[in-house]
């Protein structure tokens, strides 16, 4: 009997099993909202076309997907994807967007501490800068990006860039160009204490820079992009840097031409690059600096692998896990650069940095949906149809920091080299509209130091 009772079971599956996988066919898509966007960028961003056939159940993922992937093209504050189903398995696609505003005026005011709590801390007017330019994106309607800015105070120059202009039609090929000028009155010339020290050059400048570059990308698949990049700097700095420190670029003269090479890998498979909550990215990026009068040879190895997880509906893990490996040819404090630059740093060491030859940093965060996104239209500004309507979501989080870099050359003075180091701590996320995060946290570190720290996430700033 129980033979011929799974004989039964397995007839019943064999006969239910194409009503679960019928198949639908995309017989059109179409698009309405964008008014300078060009329709081929957002076809581009779509994983199906016009007669393509799917599983019904894997043709709902592909719509979140590709709305996803219209969204991270950052040119829209909203989308929408919907379908109708026809007879015989025949869907129509309906694709909505709400374009962003294209062309900023640059007028901002830019701290050049590491970040905003820093100079808080300790507030010095010499130490900003005021830029003044446009920004152009979505050139042409092609999602080019154009940005001309001229600075005046702590730094002081030009600079002129031209990004992502399509060599094909289906934007798999791009090519980007950029120039500049750059002039500084003030400038890092060692680290004491964990900390940057810098000497102001009055009446001249300690660093002056010129600088041409020319970058090429390779996107093959919506979600995989390979950069190379190749630029020219012309750099003469103050002798008073190699007076206060000997090894601050690895030669006694004050004049040098350099080569710069840089290539990336990016495999990015988050739901959004502004604030995931899923998905992981996987990167890696090497990068080289050659001296013309071959006083310093260097590179750089970065790899990282971020990934987001949802653990329920309101319950979000995120973790990421870089690292920095570097050989160069000489002592030079320039090349030294680890944990507290850039984006590599510990929640709760923003005041410090950790020069090095290699780091590692594993960074966890546990958020908490508080506030699910609420839309606003202001009336007020009815007229703007790009600002009109805005988004809030707030998040809370909690948060453990590790990490570790090593200095062959460390010195006591700077005793969280060749240390491992962590930190913990909690805080708010809001956030917006066009990709603003506001962050806002309070951590406590192995020196068992605790403060609040800001940190305002923007394409504008």
Same mark, same amino acid.
């Given at each position: 009997?129980?033979?011929?009772?799974?004989y039964?079971?397995?007839?019943?599956?064999?006969?239910?099993?194409?009503?679960? =996988?019928?198949?639908?066919t995309?017989?059109?898509?179409?698009?309405?909202?964008?008014?300078q966007s060009?329709?081929?960028?957002?076809?581009?961003?779509? /994983?199906?076309?016009?007669?393509? =056939?799917?599983?019904?159940a894997?043709?709902?993922?592909?719509?979140?997907?590709?709305?996803?992937?219209?969204?991270?093209?950052?040119?829209?504050?909203?989308?929408?994807?919907?379908?109708?189903?026809?007879?015989?398995?025949?869907?129509?696609?309906?694709?909505?967007?709400?374009?962003?505003?294209?062309?900023? *005026?640059?007028?901002?005011?830019?701290?050049?501490?590491?970040?905003?709590?820093?100079?808080?801390r300790?507030?010095?007017?010499?130490?900003?800068?005021?830029?003044?330019?446009?920004?152009?994106?979505?050139?042409?309607?092609?999602?080019?990006?154009?940005n001309?800015?001229?600075?005046?105070?702590?730094?002081?120059g030009?600079s002129?860039?031209?990004?992502?202009?399509?060599?094909?039609?289906?934007?798999?090929?791009l090519?980007?160009?950029?120039?500049?000028?750059?002039?500084l009155?003030?400038?890092?010339?060692?680290?004491?204490?964990?900390? *940057?020290?810098?000497?102001?050059?009055e009446?001249?400048?300690?660093r002056?820079?010129?600088?041409?570059?020319?970058?090429?990308?390779?996107?093959?698949?919506?979600?995989?992009r390979q /950069?190379?990049?190749?630029?020219?700097?012309?750099?003469?700095?103050?002798?008073?840097?190699?007076?206060?420190? *000997?090894?601050?670029?690895?030669?006694?003269?004050?004049?040098?031409?350099?080569?710069?090479?840089?290539?990336?890998?990016?495999?990015?498979?988050?739901?959004?690059?502004?604030?995931?909550l899923?998905? /992981?990215?996987?990167?890696?990026?090497?990068?080289?600096?050659?001296?013309?009068?071959?006083?310093?040879?260097?590179?750089?190895?970065?790899p990282?692998?971020? =990934?987001?997880?949802?653990?329920?509906r309101?319950?979000?893990?995120?973790?990421?896990?870089?690292?920095?490996?570097?050989?160069?040819?000489?002592?030079?404090?320039?090349a030294?650069?680890?944990?507290g630059?850039d984006?590599?740093?510990?929640?709760?060491?923003?005041?410090?940095?950790?020069?090095?030859?290699?780091?590692?940093?594993?960074?966890?965060?546990?958020?908490?949906?508080v506030m699910?996104?609420?839309?606003?239209?202001?009336?007020?500004l009815?007229?703007?149809?790009?600002?009109?309507k805005?988004?809030?979501?707030?998040?809370?989080?909690?948060?453990?920091?590790?990490?570790?870099?090593?200095?062959?050359?460390a010195t006591?003075h700077?005793?969280?080299?060749?240390?491992?180091?962590?930190?913990?701590?909690g805080?708010?996320?809001?956030?917006?509209?066009?990709?603003?995060?506001?962050?806002?946290?309070?951590?406590?570190?192995?020196?068992r130091?605790?403060?609040?720290?800001?940190?305002?996430?923007?394409p504008?700033?």
């Amino acid at each position: 009997m129980k033979a011929i009772y799974y004989y039964i079971i397995l007839v019943l599956y064999l006969i239910s099993y194409p009503l679960y =996988t019928q198949n639908v066919t995309v017989n059109s898509i179409s698009l309405s909202g964008n008014k300078q966007s060009r329709a081929s960028i957002i076809y581009r961003e779509l /994983t199906f076309a016009t007669g393509d =056939t799917l599983p019904s159940a894997d043709f709902r993922r592909q719509l979140e997907i590709s709305r996803q992937n219209i969204f991270n093209t950052l040119l829209f504050n909203y989308v929408y994807v919907s379908d109708t189903v026809r007879d015989h398995g025949a869907v129509d696609v309906y694709i909505k967007v709400e374009e962003r505003w294209y062309i900023w *005026p640059v007028v901002d005011l830019v701290f050049e501490d590491r970040n905003i709590s820093t100079w808080i801390r300790h507030p010095d007017w010499s130490r900003f800068s005021l830029g003044a330019g446009v920004n152009i994106e979505n050139m042409r309607g092609l999602n080019e990006n154009m940005n001309i800015n001229a600075r005046i105070g702590y730094q002081r120059g030009l600079s002129f860039s031209y990004s992502d202009i399509s060599l094909d039609k289906n934007r798999r090929h791009l090519l980007g160009l950029s120039g500049g000028y750059n002039r500084l009155h003030n400038l890092a010339y060692m680290t004491e204490n964990n900390q *940057p020290v810098y000497v102001t050059t009055e009446g001249r400048a300690i660093r002056e820079r010129y600088s041409a570059g020319i970058h090429y990308s390779f996107r093959p698949q919506i979600r995989e992009r390979q /950069t190379a990049r190749l630029s020219y700097e012309h750099v003469t700095i103050d002798d008073t840097l190699l007076h206060l420190n *000997p090894d601050y670029w690895g030669s006694t003269q004050t004049q040098r031409h350099t080569l710069n090479a840089r290539y990336s890998y990016a495999s990015d498979y988050r739901d959004s690059y502004a604030y995931p909550l899923s998905g /992981t990215l996987w990167k890696i990026t090497a990068s080289a600096v050659a001296a013309l009068d071959g006083h310093l040879l260097s590179g750089d190895l970065y790899p990282e692998i971020a =990934t987001y997880w949802p653990l329920s509906r309101r319950w979000f893990y995120a973790g990421s896990l870089g690292a920095k490996l570097s050989i160069s040819n000489c002592e030079a404090y320039i090349a030294k650069r680890a944990l507290g630059y850039d984006n590599y740093y510990l929640r709760g060491y923003e005041d410090y940095v950790m020069d090095g030859e290699y780091f590692v940093l594993f960074k966890n965060t546990l958020r908490f949906l508080v506030m699910p996104t609420q839309t606003y239209e202001i009336k007020w500004l009815s007229t703007l149809d790009k600002f009109n309507k805005i988004h809030f979501t707030i998040y809370a989080n909690l948060f453990v920091d590790c990490g570790y870099s090593y200095n062959r050359h460390a010195t006591r003075h700077n005793d969280l080299q060749n240390l491992f180091l962590y930190s913990g701590g909690g805080g708010f996320d809001l956030v917006t509209y066009y990709d603003i995060v506001l962050r806002v946290d309070y951590s406590i570190n192995r020196k068992r130091e605790g403060g609040f720290y800001i940190t305002l996430i923007t394409p504008f700033f």
